[in-house]
Nanobody, 117 residues
Framework: QVQLVESGGGWVQPGTSLRLSCAAS????????MGWYRQAPGEQRELVAG???????NYADSVKGRFTISGDNAKNTVYLQMNSLQPEDTAVYYC???????????WGQGTLVTVST
């Protein structure tokens, strides 16, 4: 069984920063990809950023230039540095890990990020 522990969410004012962390533990075999998704109230879950085991990254257009995803393979941990946060970034952020030969997908429980004055 695989567990994902997310941390770093909270309430911040527009223009400020937050850093999310997600640590994977348990029966993890050969991580292929880690990423962050978000879901705002009334909206569908969307990809924010992803990083493959070889370091390739991709971002949603709405966060390019403001968010940075990075990973620590030794610690099975992925980070999301979020700068210049805006109210439209308010959402529950979910960590996602794809691992193993069967490309198994695991989701974290989510961490709430609220951006408001």
């Amino acid at each position: 069984q695989v567990q994902l522990v997310e941390s770093g969410g909270g309430w911040v004012q527009p223009g400020t920063s937050l850093r999310l962390s997600c640590a994977a533990s348990g029966s993890i075999f050969s991580i292929k990809r880690m990423g962050w998704y978000r879901q705002a109230p009334g909206e569908q879950r969307e990809l924010v950023a992803g990083i493959t085991i070889d370091g390739s990254t991709n971002y949603a257009d709405s966060v390019k230039g403001r968010f940075t995803i990075s990973g620590d393979n030794a610690k099975n941990t992925v980070y999301l540095q979020m700068n210049s946060l805006q109210p439209e970034d308010t959402a529950v952020y979910y960590c996602n890990v794809v691992h193993g030969g069967g490309y198994l997908e695991v989701w974290g429980q989510g961490t709430l990020v609220t951006v408001s004055t």
